[in-house]
């Protein structure tokens, strides 16, 4: 199908290619909220140093961490617009693999060394980690014009 209107200038396309990348990068790493990251880093801590308190306590904060987590994710959700695309997932194991290294290397020094206050320290190790990763996905994130 033709049109009669005359093709774009060399400014037209290329501002037609730039405002492109922009939407591109905002699609790619959409802004989230500035507490999301640090509420997720304090409810991560709290579920690895909740290790130390006894068993039913253990569940309960568990509980409670998994409504907090899905209650700020739904608020994100509807606030920005973000929704769950498998295909991101390729960006975020080094996170997952880092924070579940922690983890693994948090419980393994306490079986060895059973000392139940490491568990305080990786819970700090992985806060940071939550951080950090916040840190980097806001430099993504297209900043604001």
């Given at each position: 199908?033709?049109?009669?209107?005359p093709r774009p200038g060399q400014d037209a396309a290329r501002d037609a290619l730039e405002a492109a990348n922009r939407s591109e990068d905002v699609v790619r790493?959409?802004?989230?909220?500035?507490?999301?990251?640090?509420?997720?880093a304090v409810v991560v801590a709290a579920v690895i140093a909740a290790q130390m308190l006894p068993s039913?306590?253990?569940?309960?904060?568990?509980?409670?961490a998994v409504v907090v987590i899905l209650m700020v994710n739904r608020h994100v959700q509807t606030s920005t617009g973000i929704?769950?695309?498998?295909?991101r997932l390729r960006g975020q194991l080094p996170f997952?693999?880092?924070?579940?290294?922690?983890v693994i290397a948090t419980?393994?020094?306490v079986a060895i060394t059973e000392i139940e206050w490491v568990w305080a320290v990786g819970a700090g190790v992985a806060a940071v980690v939550v951080l950090v990763a916040g840190v980097l996905y806001a430099r993504q994130s297209p900043a604001d014009d």
């Open positions: 199908m033709e049109t009669n209107s790493h959409p802004r989230v909220p500035r507490w999301y990251f640090p509420v997720m039913g306590q253990r569940v309960a904060l568990l509980g409670v929704v769950w695309d498998a295909r997952v693999a880092v924070l579940l290294g922690v419980a393994i020094t």
